[in-house]
């Protein structure tokens, strides 16, 4: 089974900075995908940041030149970088990890999340 342990979560003032690391019990690189989600009060979770095996990235609109998706296979963590903090980053954030059998079999794995909370 994989574990998923997110830390780095906080609050913090608006424009100010926070890494958020996830910590994963396997080895990263046999996931095809890594991310980061989050989810406000009252909204549904949404794509933040994601981050493939071979270091393709992708990122939400929203945070597009705000925040940075990394990977660190050797210690089996992906982190989310997040600068400029907006008082609207107020979300949990969990972290999620997607394997893809040979059968093409989806397998995918949600930490319990990070509260972020930015004040204005």
């Known amino acids: 089974q994989v574990q998923l342990a997110e830390s780095g979560g906080g609050l913090v003032q608006a424009g100010g900075s926070l890494r958020l690391s996830c910590a994963a019990s396997?080895?990263?690189?046999?996931?095809?995908?890594m991310g980061w989600y989050r989810q406000a009060p009252g909204k549904q979770r949404e794509l933040v940041a994601a981050?493939?095996?071979?270091?393709?990235?992708n990122y939400a609109d929203f945070v597009k030149g705000r925040f940075t998706i990394s990977r660190d296979n050797a210690k089996n963590t992906v982190y989310l970088q997040m600068n400029s903090l907006k008082a609207e980053d107020t979300a949990v954030y969990y972290c999620n990890a997607r394997a893809i059998t040979i059968t093409a079999t989806l397998s995918e794995y949600w930490g319990q999340g990070t509260q972020v909370t930015v004040s204005s």
């Open positions: 981050i493939t095996r071979g270091g393709r990235t």
């Open positions: 396997v080895n990263i690189f046999s996931m095809n995908e």
